[in-house]
């Protein structure tokens, strides 16, 4: 019964068990990365839209730079447009000199002084025609003296005028405001922002605090322009890491998250219910092994010990063959019962031998009396 029918019920049981529970493991594995890729490829459509937006603030100034308008009217009739530049804004004249600036003019100051090294539009990035020459550049990120925030300016030369009109932003507050929504405070996701030389532009997250290795995985496949997502093994754990290209800046987005951390605990608790079958198949080995050495074994025993009995042999009885007491009992019956006939082949031993006494007794009496006659 154990041997033929529970235990390999049990072991199919538990195949079945332990089969669906890593079934639904993988399923969850790839549906967190499904999930993270979907989400960096709309964070980075998110970004990729406030830098369109951005730029198109600084290109509608470069456009009213050719108007009648004086460089202090044109910062104060876009001064709701600025809001985004939280570095301000600032012209500059084909000598790089600053001409006007909203705000923060240490700064910019520094950028006039530093211009050549910073990467800002020029006239040698201008077309011939003005419907093309706007083509806003990003410089890499810089360091206010000032305020030590990092910073990322977005310049467009106009060649009609020979201004460059610039705008400072913060990577990180850009981030911050943007990747908020899909990346809540208390998620499990690291989030990495790098530009194209791989500086880290934003790092939020629970691996926040690791420096990130430039041939981090999935960085070298988000500059080059590829959306994905890559299972990466990390700490004795599986990280999802998804990522994704900001093409008009040449950034890259990826994030990082240990996908079991995303499973509820809940579900955690459900997919160790198949380990209730464990003690089960212990406890069908265990029946089995104790159904063989204290009832099978014994009773065979028990079987060979009653056959040389019933050819006489009463000491093989008296040998314990152990096992449960039900067995034990068994043997102490058989031989009290082989002590039993033992006593009666005895008893009848000593009949017969009084009968033959009896006779002889009978037969020397009469031959005595034929004698005497």
């Known amino acids: 019964l154990f041997a033929f029918t529970i235990l390999p019920l049990t072991l199919l049981l538990l195949f079945i068990a332990f089969g669906g529970v890593n079934m639904h493991q993988q399923d969850m594995r790839a549906l967190v990365g499904e999930r993270d890729e979907r989400a960096v490829q709309s964070s980075a459509a998110a970004l990729q839209s406030e830098l369109h937006h951005r730029v198109s603030t600084i290109t509608s100034m470069a456009v009213l ?216 198949f212990v406890l069908a080995l265990f029946a089995l092994w104790f159904g063989a050495t204290q009832i099978v074994q014994p009773l065979q025993k028990l079987e060979a010990k009653a056959a040389a009995l019933a050819w006489g042999d009463f000491e093989a009885i008296q040998e314990s063959v152990g096992g449960i007491s039900e067995v034990q009992h068994l043997q102490m019956e058989l031989t009290e019962m082989s002590r039993k006939v033992q006593a009666a082949q005895e008893g009848l031993h000593d009949y017969i031998g009084a009968i033959t006494s009896a006779q002889e007794d009978e037969r020397m009496r009469l031959a005595r009396e034929l004698h005497d006659e």
């Open 65 to 280: 730079t050719s108007s009648d308008l004086t460089f202090d009217e044109i910062l104060a009739t876009t001064n709701d447009l600025s809001e985004d530049f939280d570095g301000g804004i600032a012209f500059f004249n084909d000598a790089n000199g600053l001409v006007a600036n909203t705000d923060n003019e240490g700064f910019w100051r520094w950028v006039s002084q530093n211009s050549e090294t910073l990467s800002l539009a020029s006239p040698s990035d201008a077309s011939t025609t003005l419907s093309t020459s706007l083509e806003p550049v990003f410089s890499s990120p810089v360091t206010d003296p000032v305020s030590g925030h990092s910073l990322v300016i977005v310049s467009v030369y106009v060649p009609s005028e020979n201004v460059v009109v610039a705008g400072a932003f913060s990577p990180e507050t850009l981030a911050v405001e943007t990747l908020l929504p899909t990346y809540p405070v208390g998620s499990h996701v690291t989030i990495f922002l790098l530009d194209g030389s791989r500086q880290p532009l934003y790092v939020s997250g629970v691996l926040a605090e690791d420096s990130l290795d430039p041939h981090h995985p999935g960085v070298a496949e988000a500059l080059a322009g590829e959306n994905g997502v890559l299972y990466v093994k990390m700490n004795d754990t599986e990280h999802v890491v998804a990522y994704s290209p900001i093409e008009l800046t040449g950034w890259a987005l990826v994030t990082e998250e240990e996908w079991e951390m995303v499973v509820s605990p809940s579900l955690q608790l459900t997919q160790m219910a198949p380990l209730v079958l464990v003690p089960a």
